[in-house]
């Protein structure tokens, strides 16, 4: 049930705003001590305030996406997840749900008598579990585990990236708006987020590819 700012009265939102600044004024004075302290004033005053009007003209330019670029790989994402699920669906001799944690454990586990990595290790459904890093153990030892991490790897491209990022543009502007923080990674380095457009994958060529559509 939560409104924006810009839907709360004024007579309501003024004294919140009010003491808001007010605070941070009280703040200044031990903050700046400290920056003192550590010898940070040329840091702050040369690079981190000035930084702040960059990324605000960043943040109202935005980002332009190549949507037909998405659309049509999001397609050929589509079609080759297919062939992957067809694949192993042919491989068991029986279609099962493939995202299905459970449904996979007995795949893997029972109908293709793979050994799970860890016997003493179970999910609260009493199944072994199918994660990442149980997958990866077992890559080579069974077409079908090394077809289930390619799937999962492109469904995790096409779901966050692919299809997520072209709706996220702004219908009045045509691009995406992310936000910029000079505060939000303890390295110090910049981070992005709403959406985050950080962390474009880079590591396999599906991902790189993404990275085209920019």
Same mark, same amino acid.
């Given at each position: 049930?939560?409104?924006? @700012?810009?839907?709360?009265?004024?007579?309501?939102?003024?004294?919140?705003?009010?003491?808001?600044?007010?605070?941070?004024?009280?703040? @200044?004075?031990?903050? &700046?001590?400290?920056?003192? &302290?550590?010898?940070? @004033?040329?840091?702050?005053?040369?690079?981190?305030?000035?930084?702040? /009007?960059?990324?605000?003209? @960043?943040?109202?330019?935005?980002?332009? *996406?190549?949507?037909?670029?998405?659309?049509?790989?999001?397609?050929?994402?589509?079609?080759?997840?297919?062939?992957?699920?067809?694949?192993?669906?042919?491989?068991?001799?029986?279609?099962?749900?493939? +995202?299905?944690?459970?449904?996979? /454990?007995?795949? *893997?586990?029972?109908?293709?008598?793979?050994?799970?990595?860890?016997?003493?290790?179970?999910?609260?459904?009493? %199944?072994?579990?199918?994660?990442?890093?149980?997958?990866?153990? *077992? /890559?080579?030892? %069974?077409?079908?585990?090394?077809?289930?991490?390619? %799937?999962?790897?492109? /469904?995790?491209?096409?779901?966050?990236?692919?299809?997520?990022?072209?709706?996220?543009?702004?219908?009045?502007?045509? &691009?995406? %708006?992310?936000?910029?923080?000079?505060?939000?990674?303890?390295?110090?380095?910049?981070?992005?987020?709403?959406? +985050?457009?950080?962390?474009?994958?880079?590591?396999?060529?599906?991902? &790189?590819?993404?990275?085209?559509?920019?």
């Amino acid at each position: 049930k939560q409104i924006s @700012m810009a839907e709360v009265a004024i007579v309501s939102v003024a004294p919140y705003a009010a003491a808001d600044a007010e605070t941070t004024l009280r703040l @200044m004075p031990i903050l &700046r001590a400290e920056l003192e &302290r550590v010898n940070s @004033m040329k840091l702050m005053d040369e690079i981190e305030m000035p930084l702040i /009007s960059v990324l605000a003209d @960043m943040e109202m330019i935005g980002v332009l *996406l190549d949507l037909s670029f998405f659309k049509t790989m999001s397609g050929e994402l589509a079609t080759r997840m297919a062939g992957i699920e067809k694949q192993v669906f042919e491989s068991v001799g029986k279609p099962f749900n493939i +995202n299905s944690t459970q449904q996979l /454990s007995d795949i *893997l586990f029972t109908r293709l008598r793979l050994e799970p990595p860890d016997k003493g290790k179970k999910t609260a459904s009493g %199944h072994y579990s199918t994660s990442a890093d149980i997958l990866e153990t *077992l /890559s080579g030892k %069974h077409p079908v585990v090394d077809w289930i991490l390619e %799937h999962r790897e492109l /469904s995790k491209i096409k779901s966050t990236y692919v299809e997520a990022l072209p709706a996220a543009v702004d219908s009045k502007t045509g &691009r995406v %708006h992310t936000s910029y923080s000079q505060t939000g990674a303890v390295t110090g380095r910049l981070s992005s987020s709403n959406p +985050n457009l950080q962390n474009i994958p880079i590591r396999t060529e599906e991902g &790189r590819k993404v990275r085209n559509g920019f």
